[in-house]
């Protein structure tokens, strides 16, 4: 066998060619490996700058037992942390609990709820009727039917407010005389008390068929209610402000078909041109849009009111003319200052500015509930809505204009989650979302409310306490006993009265059910009668003495 070797030439030329190998396998690994990289980061990057839509919210946790793309396919929320979570994403679930992991219904809360904030009222609808609505005045609601006073129309408007976008004119009634200038007006039960500003009156007029209000009776009073205006009702009596008489006089309405003047307390300074009155407990508060004035009355004795204390402020109750109390303050629209001035009657023998909010163009009207107090702007043609959770400080939190629906805004009224607007340059009625909460039902453990409207019943398994009046409308009844701590009961019925019988044949009717029924009349010494005749031509009294009755002219004498 011949051996073959290889020198130095020969590895030298196995070498090189290795070499030259190993080089083109390292540059093609490179130039794979460069593609490789540069596809990825593209691709990254492509992602990254346009990413793909989703069918889940950030943040959202896939539902394990779910296929993505499926069309029920249920996201666990995100978990919420921090004071400031949008849970908007939260639309489509059936329920939410906060601070508990089992809500029990759609929205279950374990804690207090606070409500801030205030969302801009809109327009809901509104009514515009120059015949019967001509310049309203002010404006009452009861239910779902608002009550509009209209200067220039001599009229009283009813209006039907079930449908708030649009409310419509059931019922009205026009006279030049007694209801010339109707300035204010109350409802309470069957009837609308509705003052005259040039005719000087106080009207009394039965709405008990809204679509048909008739006149009940009228007391005209040119030195006591000359230029009548505001006008307040509480139990027995109707307090009204009289601008012409620069005065507040009060009139005994117990009687719906007579109602009785009784008595006038009257000053220039104190009380020029009276204009708004609202009472609580024992004073009756008065605007004075010339004296620049609030004033307070006690009027605990009816028959002589007093003033117990004033204030005068010449800056920030300039034109002093709406108000309302609502427990330690009254708040005044204060139309020649352009503000809303919010007095502390604590003391209502030393009342004083609490706060004051400036820039309320005219401001004529007002109204407060809640946290919040709602304020016409005649001037602005605006409602504005005004936080006063500090008294203090009260702060603007928005408004709405409307020259077209509540031209120069003359009166309001809050019901709801809604807000009624007079018109004044516009003859109109509006109608105000003011996005509150509506409920279904609601079980409470306690409710504190400015006001209350039930819509249609009400329920008490428990006792009602009514510190002020109560004025009932419809019927009443009463399966136990009823008693009544103050030494006089007066009660006026237009019907008929039945006592142990739902069939009254008369205008009282007393009848047990049994063989013999029973009328007991007693006294400590003398029992008397008082009977008149269908023409009334006079009184006939009836004596019961001593087991005799004795009826003549004069048996009550005795």
């Not at 040039?198 to 709405?207: K, M």
């Not at 068929?209 to 009228?218: E, Q």
Request: aromatic fraction near 6%; glycine fraction near 10%; proline fraction near 4%.
């Amino acid at each position: 066998m011949r051996k073959v070797k290889f020198g130095r030439a020969g590895q030298s030329r196995r070498h090189k060619k290795n070499r030259t190998k190993n080089v083109l396998q390292s540059g093609l690994l490179f130039l794979v490996a460069g593609a490789v990289v540069y596809f990825s980061v593209s691709f990254v990057l492509t992602a990254l700058a346009t990413p793909q839509a989703s069918l889940y919210a950030p943040g959202a946790t896939l539902n394990p037992d779910c296929t993505p793309g499926e069309a029920n396919c249920n996201v666990n929320p995100p978990a919420a942390s921090g004071i400031n979570t949008d849970i908007t994403a939260l639309a489509g679930l059936t329920s939410i609990g906060i601070s508990t992991t089992t809500p029990a219904e759609a929205l279950h809360v374990i804690g207090g709820i606070k409500q801030q904030g205030t969302v801009a009222p809109t327009l809901k609808g509104s009514l515009i009727d120059s015949a019967h609505i001509d310049n309203p005045s002010t404006i009452a609601i009861v239910g779902n039917l608002v009550y509009v006073a209209a200067a220039n129309s001599n009229s009283l408007a009813i209006v039907d407010a079930t449908v708030p976008s649009v409310p419509s004119l059931v019922g009205f009634l026009i006279d030049g005389t007694h209801l010339g200038s109707a300035s204010g007006i109350q409802v309470k039960g069957r009837y609308a008390y509705v003052t005259s500003n040039s005719g000087n009156a106080l009207s009394v007029i039965d709405i008990s068929v809204p679509s048909a209000p008739v006149y009940k009776s009228i007391i005209s009073d040119g030195v006591n209610l000359s230029g009548a205006k505001g006008i307040y009702v509480d139990g027995r009596y109707a307090y009204i402000a009289a601008s012409g008489a620069n005065a507040l006089s009060i009139v005994d309405i117990a009687n719906p078909f007579k109602p009785k003047y009784l008595s006038t307390v009257s000053d220039a300074t104190m009380l020029g041109s009276a204009t708004g009155v609202y009472v609580s407990g024992k004073y009756a508060y008065i605007t004075a849009a010339s004296g620049n004035t609030l004033s307070a009355i006690d009027i605990s004795n009816p028959n002589m009111p007093v003033i117990a204390g004033h204030l005068t402020d010449n800056t920030n109750l300039a034109g002093a003319s709406g108000i309302q109390v609502a427990g330690r303050y009254a708040y005044i629209a204060a139309s020649g200052a352009n503000a809303l001035g919010v007095v502390d009657i604590s003391n209502p023998t030393a009342p004083v500015l609490a706060g004051t909010l400036s820039d309320l163009t005219g401001a004529i009207a007002v109204r407060v509930s809640g946290n919040y107090a709602y304020v016409a702007e005649a001037g602005a043609n605006a409602l504005a809505v005004v936080d006063i959770s500090n008294p203090a400080n009260p702060i603007l939190k928005t408004s709405l204009a409307d020259a077209v629906n509540f031209g120069s805004p003359s009166s309001l009224v809050i019901n709801g989650e809604y807000a009624y607007v007079a018109g004044a340059n516009t003859d109109s009625l509006a109608v105000v979302n003011l996005h509150g909460a509506e409920l279904t039902n609601v079980t409470a453990g306690n409710l504190a409310a400015g006001s209350l409207s039930v819509l249609d019943e009400a329920a008490f398994s428990g006792n009602i306490n009514v510190s002020g009046s109560a004025n009932i409308g419809g019927s009443i009844k009463v399966d136990g006993m009823a008693s009544f701590g103050t030494s006089t009961l007066s009660a006026n019925y237009n019907g008929t009265v039945s006592i142990g019988t739902t069939s009254a044949t008369n205008i009282l009717t007393v009848d047990n059910q049994a063989a013999t029924s029973t009328f007991e009349l007693g006294g400590k010494f003398l029992s008397c009668m008082k009977l008149r005749d269908s023409d009334n031509a006079g009184w006939t009294y009836c004596t019961a003495q001593s087991g005799s009755l004795t009826c003549n002219q004069t048996a009550c004498d005795q």
